[in-house]
């Protein structure tokens, strides 16, 4: 079992940045790859990042390259998301996730979800 609790979300201008936290639980967190996805209202779960579970190789959604880092700390069992020069598409509820397999960019292949973090950017 592994548990996932998101925070950082919040409310930021167009420009700005945010830093999201992800704190993991249950299975040793160095032992496998996490992710984060977002949720914008009526639309379906996107893809934003992944990390390996030694942190040896990321992947972006190209929307996010240059703007969005993602980076963990497996001694504080946490993964994070660096977004910076938000823009207001950026919205979206974003949640992390453990893959089944990894590289995986599809929301159906994560068996494990935080609850979401709200970002909203403002115009």
């Known amino acids: 079992q592994v548990q996932l609790v998101e925070s950082g979300g919040g409310l930021v201008q167009a420009g700005g940045s945010l830093r999201l936290s992800c704190t993991a639980s249950?299975?040793?967190?160095?032992?496998?790859?996490v992710a984060w996805f977002r949720q914008a209202p009526g639309e379906e779960r996107d893809f934003v990042a992944a990390?390996?579970?030694?942190?040896?190789?990321?992947y972006y959604a190209d929307s996010v390259k240059g703007r969005f880092t993602i980076s963990r700390d497996n001694a504080k069992n946490t993964l994070y998301l660096q977004m910076n020069n938000l823009k207001p598409d950026d919205t979206a509820v974003y949640y992390c996730?453990?893959?089944?397999?990894?590289?995986?960019?599809?929301?159906?292949?994560?068996?494990?979800w935080g609850q979401g973090t709200q970002v909203t950017v403002s115009s």
């Open positions: 990390i390996g579970y030694n942190d040896g190789n990321t």
């Open positions: 249950g299975r040793i967190f160095s032992s496998y790859a």
């Open positions: 996730a453990k893959p089944r397999l990894y590289p995986a960019v599809r929301a159906h292949d994560y068996d494990y």
